[in-house]
């Protein structure tokens, strides 16, 4: 399984932004998949995860209700959209692939196949 995320770059804050994941060797509507980021000198954070099979989505508390997963099964790629961005949101931004099920989303340890992230800085 491979996961190539995309969409990163400078933003002012109070943008909105959309991450893409593709996916190749697994479809992502058999796998939980989740977002995570992580800044420099912190550890890695999750962010939201959709399900496998009916994509039932979950969010950290630093995002809910300014941020979207979601995924599109025909193009193999999941989505996050994140809105009014802060600059303390400035990371590096990846997503994961899980198992089929939703136990544990939020841990690292419950993905087996991680993309190289996408930096997203937000200044002004």
């Known amino acids: 399984v491979q996961l190539q995320a995309s969409g990163g770059g400078l933003v002012q804050p109070g943008d909105s932004l959309r991450l893409s994941c593709l996916v190749s060797?697994?479809?992502?509507?058999?796998?939980?998949m989740a977002w995570f980021r992580q800044a420099p000198g912190a550890e890695r954070e999750w962010l939201a995860a959709?399900?496998?099979?009916?994509?039932?989505?979950d969010y950290a508390d630093v995002l809910k209700g300014r941020a979207t997963i979601s995924r599109d099964n025909a193009r193999n790629t999941v989505y996050l959209q994140v809105y009014s961005l802060k600059p303390e949101d400035t990371a590096v931004y990846s997503c994961?692939?899980?198992?089929?099920?939703?136990?544990?989303?939020?841990?690292?340890?419950?993905?087996?196949?991680w993309g190289l992230g996408t930096l997203v800085t937000v200044s002004s």
């Open positions: 994961a692939a899980g198992r089929n099920d939703f136990f544990f989303h939020s841990k690292p340890t419950s993905y087996t196949s």
């Open positions: 060797g697994r479809a992502v509507s058999a796998s939980t």
């Open positions: 959709i399900s496998a099979n009916v994509g039932v989505a």
